[in-house]
């Protein structure tokens, strides 16, 4: 942040793709061919306070993805991303976990002093998880949550001024997004997996009266619809956290 300025700006950092994601994921009981494919990318997303440095999400391994067959492709490791803004993951004060999916924490336990923020429902759901949810986890799943420093929380959450954590759930237990005051406005960083076409469907879609999309993967579809509303409804700039086209600016937002 610099200093007397009253936002902050958000650095995304990717780390790889999924080049074949099937489309068809993206949108909940609507027809879509199962041959489609996507290209989507997860992310980290550096935000800097006056007194406290966040990392959102710990983000994945590309060879997680690699070993499940994945056509994935390694952008960087989130040390060498925190390198690129001459930081390392010691630095890091805090990491946000929007939710517990393995593709956004496999990284946690590589931050040696941050705490993790997470939602006390997402916490219990990945220490418990549903059987279905089980699964379809890696089988060292419960490895990547041992000696984690967690820092619970409940429901919405203002970290300060220009940072607040609003409780998203529906496409996991107790998911959070991460609201950022910037330069463009507010920035909702999604804490539900989705991509820019969630929010803006193919004509067919809208057609039928889906203004938005959410995806299949959801443990409670209300819940998940009703997130994505606040989001579309609170956010001046939305960020879905899989959009592979931020790629194209990913120097920062705001
Ligand atoms: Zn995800």
Redesign the pocket.
Same mark, same amino acid.
């Given at each position: 942040m610099m200093p007397g300025s009253n936002h902050y700006s958000i650095y995304p950092l990717p780390l790889c793709t999924n080049e074949s994601f099937p489309r068809a994921h993206l949108h909940w009981m609507l027809p879509m061919s199962s041959e489609e494919r996507v290209r989507d990318c *997860?992310y980290v997303w550096y935000i800097e306070g006056p007194s406290a440095k966040y990392l959102v999400d710990a983000g994945i391994q590309a060879e997680r993805f690699i070993a499940k067959n994945v056509k994935s492709v390694h952008i960087q490791t989130v040390d060498e991303a925190l390198n690129k803004l001459g930081l390392e993951v010691g630095d890091i004060d805090y990491v946000i976990v929007t *939710?517990a999916?393995h593709? *956004?924490i496999a990284n946690l336990r590589q931050f040696p002093k941050a705490k993790a923020i997470i939602q006390r429902v997402e916490l219990e759901e990945a220490q418990n998880p549903f059987p279905y949810a089980k699964l379809r986890l890696p089988p060292d799943y419960p490895e990547l949550l041992k000696g984690v420093r967690w820092e619970i929380i409940e429901g919405d959450t203002q970290i300060d001024d220009n940072l607040e954590l609003i409780f998203t759930p529906g496409h996991s237990a107790g998911g959070q997004s991460v609201a950022v005051k910037t330069a463009q406005g507010k920035a909702i960083i999604t804490g539900f997996?989705c991509m820019q076409e969630n929010f803006d469907p193919p004509a067919e879609f809208k057609k039928r009266g889906y203004a938005f999309t959410i995806g299949s993967s959801h443990v409670n579809p209300v819940a998940l619809y009703e997130s994505t509303q606040r989001v579309i409804e609170t956010a001046d700039v939305i960020i879905p956290? *899989?959009e592979y086209n931020n790629l194209k600016d990913v120097t920062k937002i705001g």
């Open positions: *997860h *939710h999916h593709d *956004h997996c956290c *899989h």
